[in-house]
């Protein structure tokens, strides 16, 4: 059974956008499976990994809507992407440098992502994703 489920609550009205979420949804997802059944030390490394690609391409995707849009907290916005990435790379290095990363570690960073930055940083560019026609 899932931690995580999708829900409307995470749409930001733009398909491609909410597939992103879901995706992030899922690794959440993944890493939790993994570690209920002793297999998440395992799959840490290859989640961090999928984090970071998610991120280069979700956070290009996003921050060119949000451009076009004119949306305009779009600096503010880009600075917690760039956080995200560093904490990313952060945990990243640790693991390539030996140091246990812990699979709840990285569940407790998504989980507070998916509900500090979805919910409340993205939901800002709503009205001007709307506006624009945006879907």
Excluded at 38 to 48: A, F, K, M, Y
Excluded at 100 to 127: G, T
Aim: glycine share 4%.
């Amino acid at each position: 059974m899932p931690i995580i489920s999708w829900e409307q609550k995470y749409s930001v009205g733009v398909v491609e956008i909410d597939n992103h979420h879901k995706q992030l949804i899922n690794m959440i997802n993944e890493l939790y499976f993994a570690m209920s059944n002793d297999r998440g030390q395992r799959l840490v490394e290859s989640i961090i990994k999928d984090m970071l690609s998610y991120a280069k391409m979700h956070f290009k995707i996003e921050e060119n809507y949000m451009r076009e849009s004119g949306y305009l907290g779009s600096l503010q916005h880009f600075r917690e992407h760039e956080k995200f990435i560093e904490k990313t790379q952060e945990m990243a290095q640790r693991c390539e440098e030996g140091e246990f990363v812990l699979s709840f570690e990285v569940i407790q960073f998504l989980s507070d992502w998916l509900n500090c930055h979805i919910l409340e940083s993205d939901m800002k560019y709503v009205p001007a994703f709307k506006e624009k026609g945006l879907r």
